[in-house]
Structure formats: structure tokens, C-alpha cells
């Protein structure tokens, strides 16, 4: 059975940071194509950072130079530093495991920004 487990959330002033980690059992993370998508309510969920199989990474425009998306393989772990938080940064933050046509989501962490 696969799980993926998001922690880290919670609520911060703006200016503030954030460590949002996805721990991953019955996959290899490193295997997949690893990303952090947000939903914010009332919108769509929406891709905010990526890392692939090989470990190149890649960010949406609005959190460029201030989010950080990194793999540490012995833990089967995926990591999201968010710095510099913006209240237009709240939204519940999902994990999403990703190969061909499979994908794995975890329950999400709330990311509250107050201004």
C-alpha cells in the first residue's frame, strides 16, 4: 500500500518560512517524478515545485527564488522550504508522486499566511 505523508504546515506571518516535508512508503521516491501542488479554496490545485527521477528541478514563476524543492533518498523523503511566505501562499500543500500514468497524492498540510 502506498502512503504518502505531508507534515510541516501551519501558520506563519508573512516573511516568514516554512519546511514542508512528504514521506513516502511503499514507493522509491526516487523513482518518480516528485512535486508539491497547492489548492487554495475556491481555486484549482496548482503545481508549485517539481523534482524528477534524476533530481533536476522546477518551479512555478510566483515561487522562484523563494521556495526550494529537495529529495534526500536514504529517507524516502521530499522536502519544500518555502521562504519569504506571502499571504497569497495560503493554501492546503499536497504531495504528488508521479510515473507514466500513476500517480499518488498524501491528505495535504495546511499553510496559513497571515498578513
Known amino acids: 500500500q502506498v502512503q504518502l505523508v505531508e507534515s510541516g504546515g501551519g501558520l506563519v506571518q508573512a516573511g516568514g518560512s516554512l519546511n514542508l516535508s512528504c514521506a513516502a512508503s511503499?514507493?522509491?521516491?526516487?523513482?518518480?517524478?516528485t512535486g508539491w501542488f497547492r489548492q487554495a479554496p475556491g481555486k484549482q490545485r496548482e503545481l508549485v515545485a517539481r523534482i524528477t527521477s534524476d533530481g533536476s528541478t522546477n518551479y512555478v514563476d510566483f515561487v522562484k527564488g523563494r521556495f526550494t524543492i529537495s529529495r534526500d533518498n536514504a529517507k524516502n523523503t521530499v522536502y519544500l522550504r518555502m521562504n519569504s511566505l506571502k499571504p497569497e501562499d495560503t493554501a492546503l500543500y499536497y504531495c504528488?508522486?508521479?510515473?507514466?500514468?500513476?500517480?499518488?497524492w498524501g491528505q495535504g498540510t495546511q499553510v496559513t499566511v497571515s498578513s
Open positions: 511503499g514507493i522509491t521516491f526516487s523513482g518518480y517524478a
Open positions: 504528488n508522486a508521479h510515473w507514466k500514468i500513476i500517480d499518488y
